[in-house]
């Protein structure tokens, strides 16, 4: 096993456990314009509409659970890091499937659905079910401050230090079920590879970054994450 690995999920994994992706045909960017849902400018103008949205979304949450990719990934951390390995598990994902499967060393960079962050004193809690325009924080008690803790365009994801110093040390960047369409994480196996890393990409049809990785392998999450974990720790 190579010493550090860093692994980039992104919608793909959780499409079998029946959450959207959001470029595929029928995708959520493809039913919904993100400039009017996912920007600072969208929840300054429409703040309802944008509640609703990610309300509706993270009462999607509840029915669902992590599929044989997610639960793969865990039993590769607890492996590696058995050897002595490094591990970061990096998701653009916003759903919680990593987190009820168990993964330890996980970094959330578009932020998480099941949280919601207040405006004005930046404490950041578990969401409730409905959030509102007229809800107060729990902490500093004002009301009309909260908002989902969900990374929107325009906006710096979360943990870039961490995440890129990972990246800089990297011997194994594995991605998995992204389209390597939104920036920065679209450039994290650029980086990994300039830092000397093996790249893999696994996902179910070629993307416009496969170019830059040393292996593709095409294919389902559930087949090709359990079939590529039980080589590496087998
Ligand atoms: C930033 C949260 C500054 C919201 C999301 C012009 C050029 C380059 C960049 C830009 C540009 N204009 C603007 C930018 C920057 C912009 C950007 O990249 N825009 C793109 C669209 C051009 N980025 C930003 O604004 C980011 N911030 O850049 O800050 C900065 C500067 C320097 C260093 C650091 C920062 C912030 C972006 C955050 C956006 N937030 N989500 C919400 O969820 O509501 S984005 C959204 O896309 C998703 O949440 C997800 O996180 C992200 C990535 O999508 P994927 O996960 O890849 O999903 P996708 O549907 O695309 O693909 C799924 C793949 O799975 C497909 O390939 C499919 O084949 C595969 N698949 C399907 N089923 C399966 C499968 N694979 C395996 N098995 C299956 N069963």
Redesign the pocket.
């Known amino acids: 096993m190579s010493s550090n690995l860093v692994i980039l999920t ?4 959780s ?2 456990s029946g959450l959207g ?4 045909p029928d ?1 959520l960017w493809a039913r919904f314009d993100w400039r009017e849902l ?1 920007t600072p400018e969208a929840f300054a103008a429409k703040p309802e509409e944008v509640h609703a949205f990610y309300n509706a979304r993270r009462a999607g949450l509840k029915t669902s659970t992590p599929n044989a990719a997610h639960h793969a990934l865990v039993e590769l951390e607890k492996a590696w890091i058995a050897r002595g390995g490094e591990f970061l598990l990096v998701t ?3 759903d919680d499937l990593h987190d009820k499967a168990g993964s330890e060393r996980l970094v959330h960079m ?2 998480e659905l099941s949280k919601m962050r207040c405006e004005h004193c930046g404490y950041v809690h578990d969401a409730f079910d409905e959030i509102t325009t007229d809800l107060p924080c729990l902490n500093c008690r004002r009301a009309g401050g909260l908002r989902p803790h ?8 979360m943990e ?1 230090d961490l995440i890129f110093d990972q990246l800089g040390s990297c011997d194994l960047f594995v991605a998995i ?10 450039g994290f196996s650029q980086v990994a590879k300039e830092a000397g890393a093996r790249c893999i990409e696994i ?3 070629t ?1 416009d970054t496969s170019p830059v990785f040393d292996e593709v392998r095409n294919g ?2 559930t087949q090709s994450v359990p079939a590529w974990v039980a080589e590496m720790v087998g």
Request: hydrophobic share 40%; proline share 5%; no cysteine.
């Open positions: 992104g919608a793909g994994i499409a079998e992706t959001f470029r595929d995708g996912a653009q994902n916003v578009h932020g969900i990374v929107w365009f325009g906006e710096m994801p870039m079920g992204t389209s390597g369409t939104v920036y920065p994480a679209a996902n179910l049809e993307t389902q999450a």
